[in-house]
């Protein structure tokens, strides 16, 4: 297998025994350019032109892919999954919708798996260590390994330095078959339909009983789900034991005002309510694909942080089955999606607010993007 060949076809002429000379020249400039007819003809290439197209959102139709990746691999496999090579591109080429990624191979079958944003300046994800370097074994499509940053031996990862990294995982995949019949001047048109992996969430708690009073430091908040690797057919590769369980962390906390306390709330005097802002405690994090099938064990759990964090005891105050309560939101209106983890896949941005009542959550609600869903309405399966 060779990259980047360029040949010229040498297919047989057929059909055109009983043309007159002049007729048979005509025929061969008109309908068979790449044939070589003359010393100059132009030269013929084999391969195709890929579009990259991220329309896989809640708004389809709309190809975004040129506004959110900054860099891409294709990785090229035989049509038996054996790796054969990639190419790649980081310019700010990818900004234009018309770009195209001309891929130039020999005849035969391919399977491509494509990944944005996974080798920029600033990426999240990495390949897992020499995967693309190491000599040993054939390299199929199945040591394929995309993870998340770990610290060795300790179970708390930060995911998402906001000064180190930026951006998102996006996937596709594509097959291809190339004959003698696909040599042309202008390359055959492929496109690749890509997905995003990454998925903001954020989490707001807010203090029914004294709106005014809340303070992100008093809170540990994070997220257990075993996502942090996937394979090459963007599956989770499971690396939690009995002694060790992936963490994320939030990449960014913070406390904002949000409006006034409306007069006359619990816990507040009427007086006082004009001078009083709403806080809320806030942290946002950047997770992997989400699964449905981890809906028994991924989970939301918010503790608190006592003030003296030596000799006290922190309180779990929260602990949400996560994908539950996010899948539970797809609403009539996004009938047109099949399933669940469809729609996992297609939203990307996740608003959790959950409303306490001195420090409790059992009692109160919690909105999830724009749905509000009280406790009484769910079965929590712990």
Not at 47 to 73: I, K, Q, T, W
Not at 187 to 201: A, F, H, Y
Request: aromatic share 12%.
């Amino acid at each position: 297998m060779r990259l980047n060949s360029i040949k010229l076809s040498t297919m047989p002429w057929r059909g055109v025994a009983r043309l007159p000379l002049l007729g048979v020249l005509c025929f061969a400039m008109g309908f068979i350019s790449c044939e070589p007819i003359f010393d100059k003809a132009p030269d013929c290439r084999l391969g195709v032109s890929l579009r990259f197209v991220y329309d896989y959102h809640m708004e389809p139709g709309a190809n975004a892919f040129h506004s959110n990746v900054d860099c891409v691999n294709v990785l090229i496999f035989d049509s038996d999954y054996n790796f054969i090579g990639q190419q790649s591109e980081s310019r700010d080429v990818l900004r234009d919708e018309n770009y195209r990624m001309e891929l130039l191979l020999d005849e035969g079958d391919y399977h491509l798996v494509v990944y944005g944003g996974l080798d920029c300046d600033k990426s999240a994800f990495t390949f897992s260590p020499d995967w693309l370097t190491r000599s040993a074994a054939p390299q199929t499509r199945d040591d394929i390994r995309v993870t998340l940053p770990l610290t060795d031996g300790v179970s708390e990862a930060q995911l998402h330095d906001i000064e180190k990294h930026t951006g998102g995982l996006f996937y596709g995949i594509q097959d291809i078959s190339l004959t003698e019949h696909d040599y042309a001047l202008e390359l055959r048109e492929v496109t690749v339909p890509m997905m995003k992996d990454t998925n903001n969430i954020q989490v707001v708690l807010q203090q029914i009983s004294a709106p005014y009073q809340i303070d992100i430091k008093d809170y540990d908040i994070r997220i257990i789900d075993d996502n942090f690797v996937l394979d090459g057919y963007n599956n989770p590769v499971h690396i939690a034991t009995d002694d060790f369980q992936p963490v994320y962390k939030p990449y960014a906390t913070y406390n904002r005002v949000t409006g006034y306390v409306e007069a006359g709330r619990e816990g507040t005097l009427a007086e006082e309510d004009n001078d009083r802002q709403v806080q809320v405690a806030c942290a946002e994090f950047s997770t992997s694909r989400l699964f449905f099938d981890h809906l028994p064990t991924a989970y939301l759990v918010v503790t608190t942080r006592p003030a003296d964090e030596e000799n006290g005891t922190p309180t779990e105050i929260i602990r949400l089955p996560l994908i539950e309560y996010l899948a539970m939101i797809r609403g009539y209106g996004d009938s047109w999606i099949k399933d669940d983890q469809e729609f996992l896949d297609r939203q990307s941005r996740w608003s959790m607010i959950f409303f306490l009542q001195r420090n409790t959550w059992a009692s109160a609600r919690i909105a999830v993007n724009w749905w509000t869903v009280r406790v009484n309405e769910i079965v929590l399966d712990y």
